[in-house]
């Protein structure tokens, strides 16, 4: 009975169609805003808002990104959003997310995003006031010009996100930078680590992940209620700053403990006025707070958040990878301090390359943990990753072969007159070590490392192939550049900075060149085979 | 009129609504334990070894994903470490892989199971450390060379050479540029014609993601890779740039290079991310549709099913919806000979609806015919359908079809709304003699629009309904 009764239904579902089939294409139909969402939004937000894939994708249903004034959320649709937002989900209070949402303004009709939205807004737990059509269209004429999507910090800068009106701070961001300051560094020429929304509203240092070698600036809006002189006591463990409306306050400067606070005034009127403050800690014990005191207020107001417990730094996804027992791991991901196209060789025994097939050289040795993946095989997997390991030695970042007219002629970054560098390959001998293989014009170079356990270092062997008509003049080999150079104890050893030896064994009478900052050996090839040795030792 | 219809419809007799059970078996491939296994390219090996990459960078050879019983497959572990893989195919012992950095020839020469030589074949075009700037490469075409697309820097920009194009590499290693006008390509392969065919995603200067014919020195539409015609000889850059917010249809009269989407595959409707390209080489051992070409879709988690005709020097046809249930975002795809569909994919980054972090999977054809529209040839007044069955001619009327038709701004904006729609009217229908095609007098077709037709009253001569009702036919031209 039931299949009968399902058809009977189909066939006049059918019925109404054939009856009336513009009905179902006529745009000026209302829009059907679940219809929109499962359409449009379902793919990564999910059926039921929670997000694709058990949130691996930023839920909708009860996300405080929806709540308060509806433009966060029309510009969100309108211009699309990247970089690292906080969303809470139910397994976590403080989910991260690094994805990319794509605009969707130049896709989606206004009426369209006004039906996703008022849906979006009012399903799943979430309660807002409908939004209205000519709010999107406001919202879309008032940032017509703009061509990038939001990123996250952006947007909540603009539109705070005000889970909590109690809060002393309104919309408070926090940023935390990582580095080891003796003094209170210019944080407007950094870049932050991470950015989160402290929706307490309190100075607080407890999404700092680290107990040293930190700073932390917090920015958000303090809503004043009297027009008058209010004064601010700031105290902190190491140095600290606070500014209103973009005025210093009152500063607690250098490194020191707690017991320092400094006391600053300043006439402020009703409404709500910019607070921004700046902290690092050097090492040691770290705290800070604030308070304010103002017309009208009977006890000094407290502004910062208790002394966080000790927490554990958020952890970075880690995925180690390590060369398996007696033999080589390779990594051909975007490594920090080399090329796009750097090639990271570990060997087992905690020795580690990373050589450029774009510079064709030796640009990274480091000792210990090879390499992480954990940035490049999570999410979208952006940006570069440094190596895992100690004792990471940047020996070059220039094409490592060129032409030198003279001595003193400069290092350039082009490849310094080789008109045709052609990275081959590798091949995988013993334990999976590899030889590069490359030409430098027509010069065919082969180029193998060996790793040196008991020395710590490696040994590198570079068999230059040279036709019998054409041995190149001038051609140079750069060992090292960005590091100072000193001659060693030894012939033909050089200290490369204060960790690295390198000694060069090349059947040729003409010494290196050693240059600011540069060692460069000069080259005096023969038809046939040359051969040069380059041995690197941490010291 | 409605009650008698209402009659008509409750005596028709009632099928059950085909499933893909009937007609295509899916099975997931099980994986080794332990391994995230993000499958980014497949290639078919001999011995029936099936090859894949995966985005993490490992290279694996399984044996045993032909026999019937999946569960005795075992994997081999060839090498860790390659960049991003998104292309590989078998040649004369080497496995030839465009990674993200470059094409190489990877071998086993000592025959013990690993990868010991990585030629590099081209290295010559940008990356910049950007994860956006991916490379898609195909098998090698007749002459020998692999197609590679290089998506653009973040999918928006061209900050290092030649993204936004389409190469060619030679096997002996010369890099041609072929095409401009590449925005965020998801998969390159061939028609079985032999000509290269590639998926664009929507965004910017593409309104809807759509299939496009690589037709060398053509423009594909994005203006943003422009800036290197200067770089190249053989193609004469273009005499006009696109305007902005304009028609595929408008521009092409200004821009005599810029070749159409062949099939837009409508943003919503039938997806939102194409990937791999292939076609059905296999004449009938993959089911019916011999020839024509199969696109995967990572969003939907789908396999889609395209027919091209040539008109006017473009190609262009229709999008029919295929093979759905797959368990986590398609990537690539390979056929074998024998009709072994293999499936890969991943949904790290990219969300689907298969809801596994990854998968490897096989589709091969029970042996019984859908009923369903095997091809949708546009005509000067109309359409001629041709089934994979004889049709019920009584059910063939006017009113068992309808039809809508749209288009996209063509825009520097992140995709479009569906615009200028139009109705065209189906006016009359006739059915062929052997009864296995239709053909579609229509009025009011749009040069350039999508064309939906919606086949809901058809029915099969045996009284069967058809698999997908919903085919979507590109117009980029009318024939005469």
């Known amino acids: ?539 | 009129m409605r009650s008698l219809l209402l009659t008509i419809a409750l005596l028709t007799p009632l099928f059950a609504a085909p499933t893909q059970e009937e007609f295509y078996l899916r099975e997931e491939i099980p994986l080794p334990e332990g391994e995230v296994m993000e499958i980014g390219s497949i290639a078919l090996m001999p011995e029936q070894k099936v090859a894949v990459t995966t985005r993490r960078g490992d290279l694996w050879i399984c044996e045993g994903a032909y026999q019937d019983d999946l569960s005795k497959v075992k994997w081999t572990l060839a090498h860790r470490g390659l960049h991003e893989p998104l292309g590989m195919f078998y040649q004369d012992g080497s496995l030839v892989l465009t990674q993200r950095p470059e094409v190489s020839k990877l071998t086993d020469t000592d025959n013990d199971g690993k990868i010991d030589s990585f030629e590099t074949i081209s290295a010559d075009w940008g990356i910049n450390g950007d994860y956006h700037e991916y490379a898609f490469g195909s098998p090698a075409d007749k002459d020998g060379n692999v197609w590679v697309v290089l998506c653009l820097t973040g999918s928006f920009n061209a900050n290092s050479a030649w993204r936004g194009w389409c190469v060619r590499v030679t096997p002996d290693g010369e890099m041609i540029p072929t095409c401009s006008g590449i925005r965020s390509p998801g998969g390159i392969g061939f028609n079985a014609d032999g000509d290269t065919f590639y998926t664009d995603n929507q965004g910017v200067w593409n309104g809807s993601s759509s299939l496009k014919w690589l037709k060398p020195g053509s423009f594909q539409g994005n203006p943003t890779g422009n800036i290197f015609y200067p770089n190249q000889s053989d193609i004469k850059p273009l005499a006009n740039q696109p305007n902005d917010k304009s028609r595929i249809t408008t521009e092409r009269e200004r821009i005599p290079q810029f070749i159409p989407p062949a099939v837009v595959l409508p943003h919503g409707k039938v997806g939102q991310s194409p990937t791999a390209v292939i076609h059905d080489h296999t004449s009938g051992k993959f089911g019916p549709f011999s020839d024509q070409v199969l696109v995967g879709e990572q969003t939907h988690s789908e396999v889609q099913r395209v027919f091209t005709e040539k008109i006017k020097g473009v190609y262009q046809g229709a999008v029919i919806k295929c093979l759905s249930g797959f368990r986590a975002g398609i990537i690539p795809m390979r056929l074998s000979d024998d009709g072994t569909l293999f499936v890969g994919g991943s949904n790290r980054g990219w969300a689907s609806r298969g809801g596994k972090p990854f998968t490897f999977e096989r589709v091969r054809w029970t042996g019984k015919t859908p009923f369903e529209i095997l091809e949708m040839r546009a005509k000067p007044d109309g359409f001629i359908l041709t089934f994979t069955e004889a049709v019920d001619p009584d059910s063939i009327k006017p009113e068992s079809f309808s039809m809508a038709a749209w288009t996209y701004i063509y825009q520097s904006k992140y995709g479009s709304p569906e615009v200028d729609q139009a109705t065209p009217s189906i006016k009359s229908v006739k059915v062929s003699p052997d009864g296995k095609s239709v053909r579609l007098y229509i009025d009011g077709l749009v040069k350039g629009h999508v064309h939906h037709l919606i086949s809901n009253g058809v029915k099969s001569a045996n009284g069967g309904e058809l698999w997908h009702r919903d085919a979507y036919y590109t117009l980029n031209e009318i024939p005469d």
């Open chain 1, 1 to 539: 009975m039931l299949i009968s009764k399902h058809c009977h239904l189909r066939h006049l579902a059918l019925l109404f169609i054939l009856s009336s089939p513009s009905l179902l294409f006529s745009p000026s139909l209302a829009e059907d805003g679940k219809a929109l969402y499962t359409l449009y939004c379902s793919a990564c937000h999910a059926p039921d808002g929670k997000g694709a894939n058990n949130g691996a994708f930023p839920p909708l249903a009860k996300s405080p990104w929806l709540g308060g004034t509806a433009d966060r959320s029309i510009q969100i649709v309108l211009h699309g959003l990247q970089g690292e937002i906080e969303v809470p989900t139910d397994k976590d209070p403080h989910k991260i997310y690094n994805l990319v949402m794509p605009p969707q303004g130049g896709a989606l009709t206004d009426p369209q995003i006004v039906a996703i939205l008022n849906y979006v807004r009012n399903s799943w737990g979430n309660k807002n006031k409908p939004i209205l059509l000519n709010e999107v269209v406001k919202n879309r004429r008032a940032t017509a010009a703009r061509t990038s999507m939001w990123q996250g910090k952006e947007l909540l800068k603009k539109y705070p996100i005000q889970s909590n009106t109690s809060a002393p701070i309104m919309g408070l961001i926090s940023e935390v930078y990582h580095g080891s300051w003796k003094t209170r560094p210019d944080f407007s020429k950094l870049d932050p680590d991470a950015t989160y929304e402290e929706h307490k509203g309190l100075i607080s240092i407890a999404n700092a992940g680290k107990l040293k070698s930190f700073g932390m600036v917090w920015e958000g809006q303090l809503p004043i209620t009297k027009n008058g002189k209010y004064t601010f006591t700031l105290d902190s463990d190491d140095g600290s700053a606070i500014y209103i409306n973009d005025k210093l306050v009152t500063e607690v400067k250098g490194l020191g403990g707690m017991g320092r606070a400094k006391s600053g005034q300043i006439n402020l009127n009703k409404g709500l006025s910019d607070i921004r403050v700046e902290y690092f800690e050097f090492s040691g014990e770290e705290a800070i707070s604030l308070t304010m005191q103002g017309p009208g207020m009977k006890s000094p107001l407290s502004l910062s958040g208790t002394k966080p417990k000790k927490k554990k730094a958020r952890k970075k996804p880690s995925i180690p990878i390590d060369p398996p027992k007696n033999g080589t791991a390779f990594y051909r991901g975007f490594i920090e301090g080399s090329t796009p196209r750097a090639i990271g060789v570990g060997y087992d025994g905690g020795i580690n390359l990373a050589f450029s097939a774009d510079h064709l050289g030796f640009e990274l040795l480091w000792q210990e943990r090879f390499y992480d993946g954990g940035r490049h095989w999570t999410a979208r997997g952006q940006g570069n990753e440094p190596p895992a390991g100690k004792n990471i030695v940047k020996l070059t970042s220039l094409p490592a072969w060129g032409t030198l007219n003279s001595p003193t002629a400069k290092w350039q970054s082009d490849g310094t007159g080789i008109t045709k560098r052609r990275f081959r390959g590798y091949q995988l001998g013993e334990n999976d070590r590899p030889t590069f293989n490359y030409e430098v014009g027509s010069l065919k170079v082969s180029d193998v490392p060996v790793p040196e356990f008991d020395a710590k270092g490696i040994t590198r062997t570079i068999t230059i192939d040279v036709p019998s008509s054409s041995a190149p003049k001038n051609l140079h080999l750069l060992i090292c550049n960005g590091l100072d150079v000193q001659e060693a104890d030894s012939p033909n050893a050089y200290l490369l900075g204060k960790t690295m030896q390198v000694e060069i064994e090349a059947n040729s009478s003409v010494p290196a060149l050693v240059r600011n900052k540069e060692l460069i050996l000069p080259l005096q090839l023969k038809p046939g085979k040359n051969q040069i040795t380059l041995r690197y030792q941490w010291k």
